[in-house]
């Protein structure tokens, strides 16, 4: 039963997710270009490149531009929440027997105590964006239900991932629920607020050429 | 929620009325007609890649004004207004537009500092135009900034000054300063001159010695220059603002027409902020034009130039420290901030810098077209730019007792919030520090 099951989540079920998670990206990002040829010529028109590489390589590096020297507690918790919740699912070690047996390929595993780690870093910084939904009042001003589905969807593979391997409650059950909520998160980086993931280098190459090339000055 | 704001309405002659018309059909075609026909992927963007991080609420002055109240924050204006009208597809009530209006115009001056605070480089300045787009063709704009874009359409110009107003003026300050330089001329309509200098409809309405001064100088600096006699002088554009994009445009033709009928090599224009960005930014993509048809060069820029090659000269420097306050139009919006610095390092002792500036200074709270929403938003302004005011007392406490902005919609706002709060600070544009203590050659000795 469970390893019928568990075929199915990392199979067809995983296979669905990445589809809809590739399929997906690549649909939104070509149809918001191609909307913006049409009816955004006089912005991207100022779209420059070096502009978009400049504002990029400001804003990922922490404490580099105002945001985030005005926000340092955010600052922190956003860059560690990001780092390792990318570099987590691509180089734990039981995902690179995935990748291998998803795509052929194979690469160096993070050791199993820094992943757990990281791990904790990233369900300690959602607590944290968890408790600024609630109590900084600003962020509770503008937080939904779909602020809300969004945190849960992004944590909830590292949750039930860190239940799972410590064997906390049932192992067999959190795994399953595991490759079901990393399913979850990839099928919903196209759409809603996720979808920042692929979207934000748009707003940033933009926001970015236009700072520095219409107005001379930077966006940082 | 979604009410809050009118805890704080503000009766408007122009929103009332404006509101009293609407249906919610003609709103719900009106708005989507402006999704389909004039939004496209920036707004798409803009919107859905929001993660409501609430980071770029301390960039608003209006915010930390308001002890930090999340009505005011740029993403929680976004969620009151467009968010909205995005997701109900505008199927919403004349309240809710006024709702809408009443934080788009009056509570929002699109400065965009909150840009400098995005991770994601969100533009709220661009949503809160597209709201202002919306109002306009609903008819619901504030009375006193349509006054405004209504002189625009009748006269292409601000301030209701007929062409022969507008000729008598300067032939008036022509005569005024042949008092001073029995030589000078303000010279109209001239072919081929070096410079075409243009001005803000407020400037022969109410501030006629700046084209004293301006004259003044540019006589004094040799310049081979002239003032067009018809339409196109007014370079300002509070149609930009109003959300009336079409006005924009024909503003923006007849000013370059102007100087191109005269074979001007350049237009110089005065120390204004917003009449900037709309050749630069807003009226020339308006026209799809990608840069301008003639070169533009603001006065920061202008006055550099003179100093640097020397015809100008101080005869002496403008007791210091004054402060520097930078306009977002020509600061956020055009990097003249090194310009502007070395401009005021030649005719000033010494300046003190406001904290936080340059590009990251706060909005006077008067741009955007705030001020031009007249008396009934006086106090949105006086209440909502607190921020302003901390930061010249910060300045004045260092011993600063001057401020220079070159801007005049910077100019009213300061002005207004110098005396709200009581700074006891004087307020200069460039070109009154440079008239008043150059050398002058040209003048009659006294």
Redesign the interface.
């Known amino acids: 039963m469970y390893n019928s099951i568990y075929d199915v989540v990392t199979g067809p079920l995983a296979w669905f997710g990445w589809a809809v998670f590739i399929l997906g990206s690549l649909y939104r990002m070509a149809s ?2 191609s ?2 040829k ?3 010529v ?2 991207l ?2 779209v420059k490149a070096s502009y978009g590489f400049n ?1 990029i390589m400001h ?1 990922i590096t922490p404490f580099a ?4 020297k ?2 340092p507690a ?1 600052t922190v918790a ?1 860059f560690a929440f990001h780092i390792c919740l990318l570099a987590v699912p691509v180089f734990l070690g039981a995902h690179i027997d995935l990748w291998y047996q998803w795509f052929g390929v194979s690469w160096v595993a993070l050791p199993d105590t820094v992943a757990d780690t990281m791990t904790v870093l990233v369900i300690l910084a959602a607590a944290f964006f968890a408790y ?1 939904r609630i109590a ?9 239900w779909k ?1 809300w589905m ?1 945190l849960i969807i992004a944590v909830a593979p590292f949750l039930t991932g860190f239940l799972a391997y410590h064997q906390i409650l049932n192992y067999q059950f959190m795994i399953v629920l595991h490759v079901i909520t990393g399913v979850a998160w990839l099928v919903f980086i196209p759409f ?2 996720l ?2 993931a692929i ?2 280098w ?7 050429s ?2 520095q090339g ?7 | 929620m979604y009410n809050k704001i009118f805890d704080r309405k503000v009766d408007d002659i122009g929103l009332q009325t404006g509101i009293d018309r609407l249906t919610p059909e003609k709103i719900e075609k009106t708005v989507n007609e402006v999704f389909s026909g004039e939004t496209g992927a920036k707004l798409k963007v803009y919107h859905d890649t929001c993660v409501r991080c609430g980071l770029c609420a301390s960039a608003c002055h209006y915010y930390v004004s308001h002890d930090n109240d999340p009505s005011y924050s740029p993403a929680g204006k976004v969620t009151q207004t467009i968010s909205i009208l995005l997701d109900k597809k505008g199927k919403v009530g004349p309240d809710f537009i006024y709702q809408c209006a009443q934080i788009a115009y009056t509570e929002c001056n699109l400065c965009r500092r909150c840009v400098h605070y995005c991770p994601l480089g969100i533009d709220t300045g661009y949503m809160m135009s597209v709201v202002r787009r919306i109002c306009h063709k609903l008819g619901v704009t504030p009375q006193y900034l349509q006054d405004t874009a209504h002189s625009h359409s009748a006269t292409m110009n601000q301030m209701w000054v007929k062409d022969d107003e507008w000729t008598d003026s300067l032939l008036w300050q022509e005569e005024e300063a042949r008092d001073e330089f029995p030589d000078m001329r303000i010279p109209l309509d001239k072919d081929g001159a070096d410079v075409y200098y243009s001005v803000i409809g407020p400037e022969p309405k109410f501030r006629t010695h700046l084209i004293y001064q301006a004259g003044a100088i540019l006589h004094e600096a040799g310049v081979n220059w002239t003032m067009p006699s018809m339409p196109g002088w007014d370079n300002s554009d509070m149609a930009m603002y109003s959300g009336d994009f079409e006005m924009m445009g024909r503003l923006k033709r007849i000013h370059f027409e102007s100087a191109q009928k005269l074979h001007s090599k350049k237009i110089v224009m005065g120390e204004c902020g917003h009449a900037f960005r709309s050749v630069y930014d807003q009226g020339n993509r308006w026209l799809g034009w990608k840069d301008y048809p003639v070169e533009v060069v603001h006065s920061i820029e202008f006055f550099a130039h003179l100093l640097k090659t020397g015809k100008i000269k101080m005869a002496e420097k403008f007791p210091g420290p004054v402060t520097i306050h930078d306009p977002c139009n020509v600061i956020r919006g055009r990097g003249l901030m090194n310009e502007l610095r070395y401009v005021v390092s030649e005719i000033c002792e010494s300046y003190i810098e406001m904290q936080p500036n340059a590009e990251h200074n706060f909005c006077c709270a008067a741009g955007g077209g705030v001020i031009n929403c007249g008396p009934p938003f006086k106090n949105v302004r006086m209440d909502g730019n607190r921020a302003k005011a901390d930061q010249l007392r910060a300045a004045a406490e260092q011993g600063v007792k001057t401020v220079i902005a070159p801007c005049h919609n910077c100019h009213g706002g300061l002005e207004d919030i110098i005396e709200h709060y009581e700074l006891g600070l004087d307020l200069k544009f460039l070109g009154d520090i440079i008239y008043a203590n150059m050398v002058k050659t040209k003048a009659v000795e006294e």
């Not at chain 1, 531009?65 to 985030?68: F, I, K």
């Not at chain 1, 748009?202 to 970015?208: A, K, L, N, T």
């Open positions: 918001l270009y909307e913006a049409k009816k955004d006089s912005s028109a100022y504002s804003w531009t105002l945001g985030w005005s926000n955010m956003t600024r900084v009042k600003e962020v509770a001003f503008l937080t939904t602020d969004t809603g607020r979808s920042h979207l934000g748009y707003s940033r190459v933009y926001i970015g236009e700072f219409v107005r001379h000055c930077n966006d940082w």
